[in-house]
């Protein structure tokens, strides 16, 4: 069974510009969660999709928002980009509202650098 | 205000002692404790879980305790092995009601098992 995957795996992006990221959930998994690790800092949560809606978003500003389509797979947008958006942004997927306890599965990630 | 905390960023253990991994956290209302491993490049892995209704769990090598009136969990690797080395992230959910829940991370022990 494939596992979470995401694109691209690396991304090299100009301050100002405009990125998207893809993450395709483990079939079945009706969430997605996007996380962003920056160096030196750990694991910030950014946003919580299920069946199609946001229903939790991290301490981040506007410009970082996405969607999640039919398919249950989801974007990730970040306008305007900084420097310091450069990090490693992670994927996960769980089943969705089953229960509070469902263990999150993790995609690679993709690696963006922000020059 | 970091709620999960991993007071060391990193430890090194001998092939075939134990790791313990250390975790502590500031709500008392989290309802339940993760911990995941990742190698450079990769996305985390989940590991091993336990409910706040329990002190202990244990999966193969792995056991994790939990200590809700000091709000400290451990994970201990028994035995350890070179595989082992990556940075073990630990995470705390809390149920926030109305289908919505928050997954907060500590920052990661980076763990180099020497063989």
């Known amino acids: 069974e494939a596992g979470v995957t995401q694109s691209p795996t690396h991304l090299i992006k100009t301050r100002g510009q405009q990125v998207t990221l893809r993450c395709s959930p483990i079939?079945?998994?009706?969430?997605v969660y996007w996380y962003q690790q920056a160096l030196g800092l750990g694991l910030q949560f950014l946003l919580w999709?299920?069946?199609?809606?946001?229903?939790n978003r991290g301490n981040f500003p506007p410009r970082f928002s996405g969607r999640q389509f039919p398919n249950y797979s989801s974007e990730l947008n970040v306008n305007a980009l900084e420097l310091e958006d450069s990090a490693l942004y992670l994927c996960?997927?769980?089943?969705?509202?089953?229960?509070?306890?469902?263990?999150?599965?993790f995609g690679p990630g993709t690696r963006l650098t922000v020059l | 205000d970091q709620q999960v905390k991993q007071n060391s960023p990193s430890l090194s253990v001998q092939e075939g002692r134990i790791s313990i991994l250390n975790c502590d956290y500031t709500?008392?209302?989290?309802?339940?404790f993760l911990w995941y491993k990742k190698y450079p490049a990769e996305g985390p892995t989940f590991l091993i879980s336990?409910?706040?209704?329990?002190d202990k769990n244990e999966d193969g090598r792995f056991t994790v305790f939990l200590n809700k009136s000091a709000k400290h969990l451990s994970l201990h690797i028994v035995p350890s092995q070179p595989g082992d080395s990556a940075v073990y992230f630990c995470?705390?959910?809390?149920?926030?009601?109305?289908?919505?829940?928050?997954?907060?991370f500590g920052k990661g022990t980076k763990l180099s098992v020497i063989p």
């Open positions: 999709y299920d069946e199609g809606e946001e229903r």
């Open positions: 996960a997927s769980t089943l969705g509202l089953a229960g509070s306890t469902d263990t999150q599965y």
């Open positions: 995470a705390a959910i809390k149920y926030s009601g109305a289908g919505s829940y928050q997954l907060t």
């Open positions: 079939s079945g998994h009706t969430s």
């Open positions: 336990i409910s706040s209704i329990k």
């Open positions: 709500n008392s209302m989290f309802d339940y």
